[in-house]
Each structure stands twice: as structure tokens, then as C-alpha cells.
């Protein structure tokens, strides 16, 4: 008698367990997410996607231009969630938006970098020399980073480095010329420059090398992609699925045969 306590005990145990670990919402099976033209949404599709569906979900797309008409449709209601952004562009976002989303937990990241321009070392930057750097808030601030972190120029101390901007540079010896503009442009033009700063997403969709890159930023944490929705939903059974997908061991295989070092993955606690 003992004995059998003990195996209904444990059975019961990892009944719960696989329940826990593989929960499923039954009420919210249809799960809808902004989908843009990307390495984010693709690296969804191809590795989270089927985890989800192979719980039971179902999973769809929507369509949108970029990345503030993601925000839009998903404070709106019109999709539950999307994976293309990080917390400081997230920020700026509620901020300016009245928006009420929130973001659930790191995901793997295209890191921005510096690209060859006309130059293909670092070693040959010169006095005057041009660099092409995004033009949106916290890209700007990314790469104004990156630069300080190659020793070519100091920020001013006590700043929120999140939001800095060319009135923070307190130091550039070689007079470098910071010209801001729209981050899909860049590689376009990147000749036209002696060095260029390219964001993650830019690096995929423009077929940019990553191997080229000279320098990669180091990703703070408010830089990280997270899986994204509305505040509401944060607690959500479907939600939390999301996440654990992207925590999943299924997922970790996924990126361990398809992961050509143009991604940075989070290491995750739990």
C-alpha cells in the first residue's frame, strides 16, 4: 500500500509538472502578432511557431509597415503581441503614444555594430572623417555608444546613456562628422561614408555580412528584443506560453544548427 501511495503520488506529481511546463488556454487559442519584414518575425516563424502550434495553438500573422503601426495595432487590441522591439524604443513608445504595453522577457537579438563604409579598418578612421549613424532616439543612442567604446569619442558623465544624442559628445579629438539618418537607408549609401552604424534588423534585411562588422555594441539590457503585449495580458496563460517557447529546449536546439553568429541570445535564469 505504500508502495502504490507512493506511485500515485508521483504520477500526480508529473501530471502536474507537464501541465505546468506545457500549459495551454483553451479560451485564447488563436494567437495573432504583428508581422513585419524581418529577422524577429522570421526567426519567430521558424522556431517558435511550431512549438506554439504543437501545443495546440493556432498562430497568425498581420501585416504591417513598421514597427510603430505594430505598436499601434497591438495597443489597440488588434493583435496580442509582437517580438520586434526592446524595452527603450518600448518606452519611448508609452510614452509618446499613451501606449500600455509591456515587455515579458529577452529574446535573441541582431546586435548593431559598426560597418565598413570607404574603410574597411578601424585603424584608418583620420581627422574629419564621416560616419552615417540611425537617426531614431534610441538607435542614436546606440551608436553613439559604440563609438565611445572604439575610444573615438567620450560621452558627457552623469547622462542617461539611453538617450543620448550629439549634444552629449563632450570629447571627439578627430573632429569626426556624425551625419543622423533613417537606418534603412544606410547601407545604401555606406560608401559615401568613411564608417556607417547599422542596427540588427538592418544588417538582415539589407544582406549586410555580419561577419564584416568591425566593432558590435555591447547589448545593454534595455537594448535586448522582448516578446511584447498589453499590460492586461501580461499574466495571461497564452502569453506566458510565448515565453516559454523561447525558453525552451526545442527552441535552444533551433538556434544551435541555425545560428550563424548574426545573433545574440539571452541567457536565460529559469
Do not use: C
Amino acid at each position: 500500500m505504500k508502495n502504490l501511495s507512493k506511485l500515485v503520488l508521483a504520477v500526480a506529481t508529473a501530471s502536474l509538472f507537464s501541465f505546468s511546463a506545457n500549459a495551454f488556454d483553451k479560451d485564447h487559442s488563436t494567437l495573432t502578432f504583428s508581422k513585419s519584414q524581418g529577422p524577429y518575425t522570421e526567426l519567430f516563424i521558424a522556431g517558435v511557431q511550431p512549438i506554439l502550434e504543437k501545443e495546440g495553438y493556432t498562430v497568425k500573422g498581420v501585416d504591417v509597415s513598421d514597427l510603430l503601426q505594430a505598436d499601434i495595432a497591438l495597443n489597440e487590441g488588434e493583435v496580442d503581441f509582437n517580438v520586434e522591439q526592446h524595452t527603450a524604443y518600448l518606452k519611448n513608445f508609452n510614452e509618446a503614444q499613451d501606449g500600455h504595453l509591456v515587455g515579458l522577457a529577452p529574446i535573441p537579438t541582431v546586435p548593431a555594430g559598426i560597418y565598413p563604409g570607404a574603410k574597411n579598418d578601424l585603424s584608418k578612421v583620420e581627422d574629419g572623417d564621416s560616419i552615417a549613424i540611425p537617426s531614431d532616439p534610441s538607435n542614436t543612442a546606440r551608436a553613439y555608444q559604440i563609438l565611445e567604446k572604439i575610444g573615438w569619442i567620450k560621452i558627457k558623465d552623469g547622462i542617461d546613456k539611453t538617450k543620448t544624442t550629439a549634444n552629449d559628445v563632450a570629447e571627439n579629438p578627430r573632429n569626426l562628422k556624425f551625419v543622423e539618418m533613417g537606418s534603412l537607408g544606410i547601407p545604401a549609401v555606406a560608401s559615401d561614408f568613411a564608417y556607417v552604424v547599422i542596427t540588427g534588423s538592418v544588417v538582415y534585411n539589407a544582406k549586410v555580412d555580419p561577419k564584416s562588422v568591425l566593432q558590435q555594441e555591447t547589448i545593454a539590457p534595455h537594448l535586448l528584443l522582448q516578446v511584447t503585449v498589453k499590460e492586461s495580458d501580461k499574466d495571461s496563460v497564452w502569453a506566458q506560453d510565448i515565453v516559454k517557447a523561447y525558453k525552451s529546449k526545442e527552441f535552444k536546439e533551433y538556434l544551435d544548427k541555425n545560428n550563424d553568429g548574426l545573433w545574440y541570445v539571452p541567457e536565460y535564469k529559469d
